[in-house]
């Protein structure tokens, strides 16, 4: 029985009421109908000893205050069991932060093979030690990536969980930003602190109170951390083809990026993400004859003509983003898109002869990313005098439209939410979200993302965690795996 079809697990859960379906379900409708009707013409301490694990390792770290606050709050819908798991998460929880502080110092940045190794050899160290079957992956090397971490429970008939992470950050082994540093307060900052090392933390942790409850051995879970979100590997059946797997397999696939919409928020849809890449030419020349019957516009008009086009004529569909992340034209031009660097040489007297721009384009459905493309196009073939133009697309993640199993799902979730004392959870704008690996799997379950840890300023030398959500997020995940896992599988 597959959460994603099954009509009864529905009925079964405990119910919030059929409001709560409406309110979610309005709102998903708006989106979608929104995406669909607008044509495109409208308007992100050292390490431990060698075989060691932080479920052995000793802190005195004071008890998040996030977590006393909802201990203020009586859960009121727990049985014994998970009452029994919730404490667990309370006492891991000191260990937790300290091995996330030992992970965000070790860089692993995507194209840092050896990190992301090192970081998924640390995860593996903590699954091994939970009696989970482990599996290091490499990929070949044609995808130039270094590989993914699956680890796996397989406990008996019920419905089998996929818990979904990356091991890779935005920060290459060249970035300044290395350190993970302690700002008081509950707070931490650091590279890939909450994206998305903190939320492979939740994971952990909510796997460590399950074993400490006895309850990891009853339930099948398969946990999936790869080691190229930030950049994925080329071909995508290649690099993508474990995770794909793995979520046929699943009644259930469960996201641990963070929630932009705080503590109080999953996400039951997300925009996919598609990379553009556009090639002007023109014809070379002296800057006096510029616009002549020989020479015409330049590689640098064109780009802006086509730029500018989409700027003006795309913009403003609902769920629809386009972006120009990199720009680089002159008489000679070198881009290498593996790096996402260029250079290029030209001099002010001299047509430009080349312009390569790079960008993004984000959708809430396939409907509403071929119409993007098929106005792109169009703009891009509408050339000025003496130059031609071509754009490239590369369907990077795929979108994850809001379906009635991940809402299923997000219903789970918030009776868990409350029945542990923490009130209501709902349901985040996709147009809010960016791409993540949790789409891969939507397009085979049901799936629920954004379950990650709170924080700001993702990608950027400010990124922060809220480490007091960590407890939060982790018993929610707990709790939810738990209630999923002894429901009877597909």
């Known amino acids: 029985m597959s959460v994603s079809s099954s009509a009864s697990m529905m009925r079964r859960s405990r ?10 379900l309005a709102a998903l409708f708006s989106w979608i109908v929104l995406s669909s009707c607008a044509s495109t013409s409208a308007t992100v301490e050292p390490e431990p000893s060698p075989g060691s694990s932080i479920s052995t390792q000793a802190s005195a770290a004071a008890a998040p205050r996030e977590v006393d606050s909802y201990r203020a709050v009586s859960p009121v819908g727990l049985s014994a069991v998970e009452a029994g798991i919730a404490a667990e998460v309370d006492q891991l929880t000191p260990a937790a932060v300290k091995f996330l502080e030992q992970i965000v110092n070790v860089n692993s940045g995507t194209m840092n093979h050896a990190g992301v190794r090192e970081v ?22 044609e995808v130039n990536r270094a590989g993914h971490l699956f680890a796996e429970t397989a406990g008996g008939a019920g419905a089998t969980v996929l818990l979904i992470g990356h091991l890779d950050t935005v920060y290459e082994i ?30 952990l942790l909510a796997l460590q109170a399950l074993h400490a409850a006895g309850e990891l051995d009853e339930l099948n879970v398969t946990v999936a951390l790869l080691g190229d979100e930030e950049a994925t590997g080329d071909p995508l059946t290649l690099s993508r083809q474990d995770l794909v797997e793995a979520a046929r397999r699943s009644d259930a696939a469960l996201g641990f990026e963070g929630g932009v919409g705080g503590l109080q928020s999953a996400t039951v849809a997300r925009r996919g993400f598609t990379d553009w890449r556009l090639v002007v030419k023109g014809t070379r020349g002296h800057s006096s004859v510029i616009f002549n019957d020989k020479y015409g516009a330049g590689a640098a008009f064109e780009a802006a ?10 913009r403003g569909e609902e769920n629809l983003t386009f972006g120009a992340g990199i720009l680089v034209g002159g008489t000679s031009v070198e881009y290498d898109p593996e790096t996402d660097r260029g250079a290029a040489f030209g001099k002010t007297n001299v047509i430009p002869q080349t312009v390569i721009a790079a960008g993004d384009l984000r959708t809430l459905t396939h ?55 923490m009130g209501p959870i709902e349901a985040v704008d996709p147009g809010k979200r960016g791409a993540a690996d949790i789409s891969f799997a939507a397009q085979h379950t049901a799936a629920l993302g954004g379950l990650g840890v709170v924080g700001r300023g993702a990608h950027t030398p400010d990124e922060t965690v809220d480490l007091h959500s960590i407890p939060v997020m982790a018993k929610r995940a707990a709790l939810l795996a738990y209630r999923l896992g002894t429901e009877t599988g597909h």
Do not use: C
């Open 15 to 24: 119910s919030v009421s059929s409001t709560f379906y409406a309110r979610h």
């Open 120 to 141: 998924g050899r640390m995860f593996q160290l903590e699954f091994d030690a939970l009696g989970m079957h482990t599996t290091w992956i490499p990929m070949p090397e």
């Open 174 to 203: 060249d970035s300044p930003f290395q350190r993970y540093e302690d700002l008081g307060g509950g707070s931490a900052r650091g590279p890939g602190v909450s994206d998305m090392k903190g939320g492979d933390v939740v994971i």
């Open 305 to 314: 003509r086509i730029l500018g086009s989409f700027y003006d004529q795309l």
């Open 367 to 421: 409907g509403q990313l071929q119409r993007a493309m098929a106005g792109m196009r169009k703009i891009v073939s509408d050339n000025l005098p003496r130059t031609e133009a071509e754009i490239t697309f590369r369907e990077s993640y795929p979108p994850m439209a809001p379906t009635a199993g991940n809402l299923a799902l997000l219903d789970r979730l918030d009776q868990v939410s409350r029945d542990l004392g």
